[in-house]
């Protein structure tokens, strides 16, 4: 009989094997509402996994009132290097201290990406875009400025007001020419394929926006322009650190 029943399998050869660094000790999981604004609910980390039963125990990350939740989330799994998705219906679960949680065994086929993010919320890039949109075989142009908040191998993440996101529509092709008000020297062109409202008790007006790149960008290449872009030595430090 196995004492530690909940434990990394190293098995290569095993589904876990392939969850390991995502289903991490310590990963953070966000548990939202399944609906258009996906409203965050909760907030946990991994303590332990068992893969042969698709199991991972989930800690709330503060202690509180006994949080009972039923229904259906939606579950963001996040480190350094991965994220991914899934949808699970719970039935009514009260989430003292723990919350023990199936996961669906074809989460990994198409939700795990390998591209380490970095989060640039708390820096202070401004970027400038020209947005192209098709409507009724017309191309509509507008001229915009948006906040930098994260960045990877295959694209970026902005955030908008709500007058610049009533501009945007997924598929709409988006060129930057600025950041921090200085000119690009290659310029970045790339196609929304998302567009979210953030989190209405943090911010209520505000909307995240994906863009995949058109084509693979030189990742290196970018975060020195980003270094470039801004006359702050401890955001270039940090940039350099980061690779």
Same mark, same amino acid.
Request: proline content about 3%; aromatic content about 12%.
């Given at each position: 009989?196995? %004492? !530690? $029943?909940?434990?990394?399998?190293?098995? #290569? +050869?095993?589904?876990?094997?392939?969850?390991?660094?995502? *289903?991490?000790? &310590?990963?953070?999981?966000?548990?939202?509402?399944?609906?258009?604004?996906?409203?965050?609910?909760?907030?946990?980390?991994?303590?332990?996994?068992?893969?042969?039963?698709?199991?991972?125990?989930?800690?709330?990350?503060?202690?509180?009132?006994?949080?009972?939740?039923?229904?259906?989330?939606?579950?963001?799994?996040?480190?350094?290097?991965?994220?991914?998705?899934?949808?699970?219906?719970?039935?009514?679960?009260?989430?003292?201290?723990?919350?023990?949680?199936?996961?669906?065994?074809?989460?990994?086929?198409?939700?795990?990406? %390998? !591209? $380490?993010?970095?989060?640039?919320?708390? #820096? +202070?890039?401004?970027?400038?875009?020209?947005?192209?949109? *098709?409507?009724? &075989?017309?191309?509509?142009?507008?001229?915009?400025?948006?906040?930098?908040?994260?960045?990877?191998?295959?694209?970026?993440?902005?955030?908008?007001?709500?007058?610049?996101?009533?501009?945007?529509?997924?598929?709409?092709?988006?060129?930057?020419?600025?950041?921090?008000?200085?000119?690009?020297?290659?310029?970045?062109?790339?196609?929304?394929?998302?567009?979210?409202?953030?989190?209405?008790?943090?911010?209520?007006?505000?909307?995240?926006?994906?863009?995949?790149?058109?084509?693979?960008?030189?990742?290196?290449?970018?975060?020195?322009?980003?270094?470039?872009?801004?006359?702050?030595?401890?955001?270039?430090?940090?940039?350099?650190?980061?690779?």
């Amino acid at each position: 009989m196995n %004492k !530690n $029943k909940y434990e990394l399998i190293q098995d #290569k +050869n095993n589904i876990g094997s392939i969850l390991d660094k995502l *289903l991490e000790y &310590n990963s953070e999981i966000i548990i939202s509402e399944d609906t258009t604004d996906k409203r965050t609910l909760y907030k946990s980390n991994i303590v332990f996994v068992n893969h042969f039963n698709h199991e991972m125990v989930l800690k709330p990350t503060s202690f509180g009132h006994p949080f009972s939740i039923s229904g259906k989330y939606r579950f963001y799994i996040t480190n350094e290097q991965e994220c991914m998705h899934f949808t699970c219906t719970l039935g009514k679960t009260t989430f003292p201290r723990f919350l023990v949680l199936k996961w669906p065994v074809s989460i990994f086929q198409q939700n795990t990406r %390998k !591209n $380490k993010r970095i989060n640039l919320d708390h #820096k +202070n890039f401004l970027v400038n875009f020209t947005n192209f949109s *098709l409507n009724a &075989n017309l191309v509509k142009e507008t001229y915009q400025e948006a906040k930098l908040m994260d960045i990877s191998k295959t694209g970026i993440g902005l955030s908008v007001n709500e007058e610049i996101a009533s501009f945007l529509h997924p598929q709409d092709c988006l060129i930057f020419t600025y950041i921090n008000e200085k000119p690009l020297k290659d310029k970045l062109s790339g196609n929304i394929v998302y567009i979210r409202k953030i989190n209405p008790i943090m911010s209520s007006n505000n909307y995240t926006v994906g863009i995949k790149f058109n084509e693979e960008t030189k990742f290196n290449e970018i975060l020195y322009n980003l270094g470039q872009k801004t006359d702050n030595k401890d955001d270039l430090n940090e940039l350099k650190r980061l690779f």
